[in-house]
Every structure is written in structure tokens, then in C-alpha cells.
């Protein structure tokens, strides 16, 4: 049987934890890319191993996944616009933009 500390160990999944850290390491299903509405369309919420992602398809419609939060001021990117492809504009900065890697 596990001790507590063990059980902790194994089972926790956030970042920066033992766990957390081997899971990172290995693709994780999200969700169905036919989940997804199109082009250009609203993003999707998710949350994997306690972190918030926000799941889009852009211009072209390929698939990308994001950390909700924008670096530059904490927003939620779930209420950004995708632009020229691979683009995500975050509406709280303005003109600024992050480059985000899609996969089709």
C-alpha cells in the first residue's frame, strides 16, 4: 500500500509536480478537432492537468491550442480573434498579437 506522500506523488498532475512533468512529456488527447466550429470561429475552453488552453481554428483552418491567459496582461485569449492564419490578437492589447503553432 502507498503511503500518503507517495499517493501525492503519483497522482498529482499540476505543473511542477513529478507527475505533472512525465505526463507533459507525451501528447494528451483534448478533445475532437470536429469539436471545433469553423474557420475563424469562436475558441473552446479546455482544461488539461489543471491548466486552462484555449482550442481555435484559424484562417485556414488548422487546429491550435493555447494557454487561456495572455502574457502581456493576464486576459483571457478566449475572448481574442484569430487573424492572418496562424494569428491570435489578444482584444485587451490592442494591435499586439502572438504567433501560436496550429496543427492540422
Excluded at 507527475?19 to 483534448?30: E, F
Excluded at 491548466?51 to 484562417?59: H, S, W, Y
Aim: aromatic share 8%; hydrophobic share 40%.
Amino acid at each position: 500500500m502507498l503511503s500518503h506522500l507517495e499517493n501525492e506523488k503519483l497522482t498529482r498532475t499540476g505543473p511542477g509536480t513529478p507527475m505533472g512533468d512525465t505526463m507533459r512529456r507525451y501528447w494528451i488527447p483534448a478533445l475532437l478537432s470536429a469539436e471545433l466550429p469553423e474557420p475563424d470561429g469562436a475558441p473552446i475552453r479546455v482544461q488539461l492537468m489543471g491548466e486552462k488552453l484555449v482550442a481555435f481554428r484559424d484562417t485556414t483552418g488548422r487546429v491550435g491550442l493555447l494557454d487561456e491567459f495572455c502574457p502581456h496582461r493576464q486576459a483571457s485569449m478566449f475572448w481574442g480573434v484569430t487573424r492572418n492564419a496562424a494569428f491570435v490578437a489578444c482584444t485587451t492589447v490592442g494591435s499586439s498579437t502572438l504567433m501560436v503553432t496550429a496543427w492540422t
